[in-house]
């Protein structure tokens, strides 16, 4: 049946017409994608939303219900007016078009759905008449037990000239509905019985005890209770993990494992999910990180006859640990933000707590470089420990020459779309302890997490006045720095 005023050509004509504005749309939004040189992961980070709705926005699968992020695409790419005028009216065109093919679609539908209900009656006249006219027809019956008729309650007589009565419909669906619920009985038994028989009890008392072999804490604390992991009394969840914004956090509660329980900092990199409370991020945090990837001071309190050469990058936290070496000048620490599911994390600030202060350390501050240099500087986070009040400011960077925009909060994070952070602190006066927060906001909820070394301050001091030495590979030995 074909819809009055909606024939097969009239609505290939509509169709076509609908895909060209969409087209156009997205044809703008492509070529200002282009002009970035970014990636959709990168470009859609930049403007606060998912890479997939960027890509569907600039395929044309998809048409934004909100001018707001064209018009943030827009000024990120550097549109002109004109240009944005354009794309302001390509816009206006495609919302039009995939409205209007929706609202056709579905009055397709609603008639098509009317044509096939008339149909549908006309089939149960048909079927109702012929079977009067045919008494002998069998008519669909459910089976009881012998002796009793057909349609007709036990312990009622029927005639015995009398034809047999068909089930009434309410009947059968009745059956078909308890056979139903006995098949999803079965099969939610049989689900039990294959289960594990030391799998977590559901009792309070498990929680903390239930989890198998190699979990996590927050997994413990979630399979144990059943509920939230902040329910667990062995979580160690701190208060920044409860959901509440503003809320200082607990010295040992951001890497969610108590310190018994992981090994010593040596390697400078620590590591959080949240505390298993609920928090629905995880961190990663390492301060072993050089400037460059060769460039860096350690303060030591040995001579240089006893110190070892200084090791690959890559071995950092091992030798200074070794060494008892604490980060001189500056420390460098990368963070890597991601979301525990697929729902967006909004981070929306990073603060700087300064724990502790105290002259700079005495001894000999070790260079593991020659003056390396190179053509990329990466963008940052700029901490300024000297100051009364230091804060992380955004500080842009460069790639031969070509700026790379500071970083900007509010990000967003999530289980497919991490994100990487620099934080680089400094100091000349002070040997400064030291951890931040950042600030996460989801699904209404909002909180603080703890970004620190194992549980440990980050600890960066000074070194003017100190004597400083390099390495000198042909004669195997440090000598002092030029």
């Not at 890509?55 to 944005?84: I, K, N």
């Not at 070509?402 to 970083?407: D, G, H, M, S, Y």
Request: glycine share 12%.
């Amino acid at each position: 049946m074909t819809v009055p005023g909606r024939g097969r050509r009239g609505r290939d004509r509509f169709t076509v017409s609908s895909d060209e504005d969409v087209a156009e749309f997205a044809a703008l939004l492509t070529e200002l994608k282009a002009r970035t040189e970014r990636s959709y992961g990168s470009l859609a980070r930049r403007l606060g939303m998912n890479t997939s709705t960027l890509h569907r926005y600039c395929a044309g699968e998809a048409v934004p219900q909100d001018f707001a992020p064209v018009e943030r695409l827009a000024e990120f790419c550097g549109a002109s007016p004109e240009e944005r005028l354009e794309l302001h009216r390509r816009w206006l065109r495609a919302v039009a078009a995939r409205q209007a093919r929706a609202r056709g679609a579905e009055a397709e539908a609603e008639a098509e759905a009317g044509a096939g209900a008339g149909a549908g009656a006309g089939g149960e006249e048909t079927a109702a008449a012929e079977a009067t006219a045919s008494p002998e027809a069998p008519a669909e019956v459910e089976s009881v037990p012998q002796g009793v008729a057909q349609g007709v309650p036990q312990g009622v007589a029927q005639d015995a000239g009398s034809a047999p009565v068909a089930t009434p419909w309410y009947r059968r669906r009745r059956g078909s509905v308890l056979l139903g619920v006995a098949c999803a009985l079965l099969a939610t038994v049989g689900t039990l019985s294959a289960l594990p028989a030391d799998r977590p009890s559901n009792h309070p008392s498990a929680a903390g005890t239930g989890a198998a072999p190699g979990r996590g804490p927050a997994a413990t604390a979630t399979a144990g209770t059943g509920g939230p992991a902040s329910s667990s009394p062995t979580s160690g969840a701190s208060p920044s993990a409860s959901g509440s914004a503003g809320t200082s956090p607990d010295p040992q509660g951001s890497s969610g494992t108590t310190p018994s329980a992981t090994p010593a900092p040596s390697s400078g990199a620590g590591s959080g999910a949240g505390s298993g409370s609920g928090v629905p991020l995880t961190w990663t945090a390492d301060s072993q990180v050089w400037a460059l990837g060769c460039g860096h001071d350690y303060v030591v309190d040995r001579p240089p006859s006893r110190v070892p050469p200084p090791p690959a990058a890559q071995d950092a936290g091992t030798w200074a640990a070794a060494q008892g070496a604490v980060h001189g000048r500056e420390t460098n620490v990368q963070i890597t933000v991601q979301g525990r599911s697929s729902t967006a994390v909004v981070l929306t600030a990073l603060r700087v707590r300064v724990v502790g202060r105290a002259t700079p350390l005495t001894g000999t501050a070790y260079a593991m470089d020659q003056g390396c240099g190179g053509s990329i500087t990466p963008r940052s986070f700029a901490v300024d420990l000297d100051k009364d009040r230091p804060v992380a400011r955004s500080v842009p960077g460069s790639n031969e020459g070509t700026p790379i925009p500071a970083v900007r909060m509010p990000y967003r994070v999530s289980a497919e779309d991490p994100e990487v952070l620099l934080v680089t602190a400094r100091t000349k006066t002070c040997a400064c302890d030291w951890y931040l927060e950042l600030d996460w906001s989801s699904q209404g909820r909002t909180g603080t997490v703890r970004i620190d070394d194992r549980g440990r301050p980050f600890r960066t001091s000074g070194i003017e006045g100190l004597s400083r030495y390099m390495y000198d590979t042909g004669e195997r030995r440090w000598r002092p720095y030029v």
